[in-house]
């Protein structure tokens, strides 16, 4: 960063090279376990996203403890008891902590942090409950790259009568984008799909059991399905939804923004 600034000041590069080299410049690595890119979310409007599963609480512990330091933030997805219990202990008193408990994920935040609201909008609907670890890992990312996220759950075609209110709640929020979580045969979104005007991501989910479980037959009937305006990520992948629909939500709210001026 020096070697660069050095350069702006001796009049070497432009204003906007520099700005250009310092948004690429900014991976910091932790001892020989982890290369943070804590510039992404400057340089693409997303943040890292420190993934907790497969590391150990020491690692883990130091990897949020330099990002926390750079970026004034870290959000750690996919905590373990023991992962979690500490990072709470490490945090709990002079950092302000965002708990996601079914996705058993966590914002750390340093006191007086705050992220602009962009003003974009994202529904998230799940066929059941057990989809709720899914949904919060995509509330989570949504509402950290500055959306807002209305959460309804519990709505899957079992009993389409169901789908009716928590739809309605949603499409009355005027939302963006739509991200519809499903596991077993998955048939939630492309029911959706054709009932509203908005872009749907759909995230199966691994809930299913039996012949074509773990996810399998829900992402084969997102990736088949009949109804158009509907995208499909990975199975369990709620936080690659979040980030597609935050994308979407964030560009709409610009848009919005600009034809006001």
Do not use: W
Not at 14 to 36: G, H, Q, W
């Amino acid at each position: 960063m020096r070697e660069i600034l050095e350069k702006l000041a001796k009049g070497r590069i432009s204003v906007d090279e520099a700005e250009r080299a310092l948004k690429l410049d900014s991976i910091e690595k932790v001892t020989n376990v982890a290369r943070l890119d804590v510039g992404r979310e400057n340089r693409r409007g997303i943040p890292e996203i420190i993934l907790a599963e497969g590391k150990s609480t020491e690692d883990l512990l130091a990897i949020c403890s330099r990002m926390v330091e750079k970026a004034s933030r870290a959000i750690v997805s996919r905590l373990n008891d023991d992962q979690l219990s500490k990072l709470e202990t490490t945090y709990g008193q002079d950092y302000e902590l965002r708990r996601f408990t079914h996705a058993k994920s966590l914002v750390i935040r340093k006191k007086g942090y705050s992220k602009a609201e962009t003003g974009g909008r994202v529904g998230i609907l799940t066929a059941g409950t057990a989809d709720l670890s899914v949904a919060e890992e995509a509330a989570m990312i949504v509402q950290e790259m500055g959306c807002v996220a209305y959460l309804e759950s519990d709505a899957g075609v079992a009993g389409l009568h169901r789908l009716v209110e928590p739809l309605t709640k949603i499409i009355q929020n005027d939302v963006d984008a739509l991200i519809v979580v499903a596991g077993r045969e998955g048939a939630l979104p492309t029911v959706v799909a054709g009932l509203v005007d908005l872009p749907i991501v759909a995230v199966p989910t691994s809930s299913g059991y039996g012949y074509g479980g773990h996810g399998q037959a829900a992402l084969m009937a997102m990736l088949q399905a009949c109804s158009l305006g509907l995208a499909v990520v990975n199975i369990d992948a709620g936080i690659a939804a979040g980030v597609v629909a935050s994308q979407i939500a964030n560009r709409a709210a610009r848009a919005r923004k600009n034809s006001i001026r």
